[in-house]
């Protein structure tokens, strides 16, 4: 929802007022040009702009890690984000508690604004941002050793995270509302919101029998179960 972002509900003139801005810079365009196909369909359905003048693009990474060997025995899980509650931080937590309890040596990475936690093999980085070169360190080291990028996110309109984890080589878990499935593609699963909390459990138990990159999406792909999305 757009409060999410702006921090509060719009009124109703406020956002009837941006609809009819965005319509009308949509009419103006030569070219629509969108993240996934969930975002180019509302702008087919919702503002009523030809098929043939949206075309899908996709986002590129903002950080780039170069993938490297890893301990893919250990299941070590990242979190990156900011929007806890939108990100759907709470139910991650708890598929990860749930997890740890039968594997104990799982750690979850928690990068952004989560709220500090103690958890059983859960660490809270806080915030890392790119341009300090000391937590741009910190973050890439993250992404080298984690087995797995999680954010099951309520919605999603892309998620550039998801491409970022793939180009450093692990798969991700995300949700089938939005965009991220075109983020994510052949290299994760999807769960469903409302069962996020098992899909991600049933997920992670998967995939931390995966010993080489390749199988960590397979695995992943395969084990959700309860939750799960196609």
């Keep these: 929802r757009l409060e999410d972002y702006l921090g509060g509900p719009l009124p109703g003139s406020t956002l009837d007022r941006w609809v009819r801005h965005q319509a009308r810079l949509y009419a103006k365009a030569e070219a629509c040009c969108t993240a996934s196909r969930w975002a180019a369909q509302s702008i087919i359905d919702d503002y009523g702009v030809p098929a043939e003048k949206v075309h899908v693009v996709g986002f590129g990474a903002n950080l780039a890690v170069e993938p490297t060997e890893r301990a893919w025995s250990r299941p070590r899980f990242l979190f990156v984000a900011l929007g806890w509650q939108r990100k ?36 809270v980085h806080g915030v890392l941002g790119l341009d300090d070169p000391s937590a741009r360190a910190k973050l890439d080291a993250l992404f080298r050793r984690a087995t797995c990028f999680v954010m099951p996110s309520r919605y999603e309109p892309f998620g550039i995270t998801y491409v970022e984890a793939a180009r450093g080589g692990m798969p991700s878990i995300g949700t089938a509302v939005g965009g ?42 395969g084990a959700v179960g309860v939750g799960a999305a196609q």
Excluded: K, M, S, Y
């Design 180 to 221: 991220a499935a075109d983020a994510i593609g052949p290299g994760g699963v999807l769960v469903r919101v409302g069962g996020a909390q098992i899909g991600t459990a049933g997920a992670v138990r998967r995939q931390q029998r995966a010993d080489r990159p390749g199988d960590g999406a397979a695995h992943i792909g």
């Design 88 to 123: 759907n931080g709470d139910a991650l937590v708890a598929a990860f508690r749930e997890l740890h309890t039968e594997l104990p040596t799982a750690t979850l990475d928690l990068v952004g604004d989560a709220p500090q936690l103690d958890v059983p093999g859960v660490t």
